[in-house]
């Protein structure tokens, strides 16, 4: 069990420079270890604004004609009669 412990403890200290590419851990790495550069998104660099918004009035207006659809849709099929205004 030790010797995990001890396995890990060494991945990870040879590994975690690599997690800092810009570091200056990262430089000093052997050169047998793959030196990635990662690229970072749009919304880690805050260049990313997403705005959401929602006009209630036409969401419960049509809501409630695809409800008012379905009802009489409902009714057509059970063959019941009602006069529309």
């Keep these: 069990m030790t010797l995990i412990w001890v396995a890990v403890a060494i991945a990870g200290v040879l590994g975690a420079p690599s997690l800092f590419a810009a570091s200056p851990l990262a430089k000093q790495q052997p050169d047998w270890m793959p030196k990635l550069e990662r690229a970072i998104g749009l919304d880690q660099q805050g260049g990313s604004h997403i705005l959401l918004s929602l006009d209630l009035d036409d969401l419960i207006k049509g809501r409630l004609e695809t409800t008012r659809d ?16």
């Excluded at 379905?70 to 205004?85: C, P, V």
């Design 70 to 85: 379905e009802i009489r849709s409902l009714l057509k099929k059970a063959r019941w009669q009602h006069q529309s205004d």
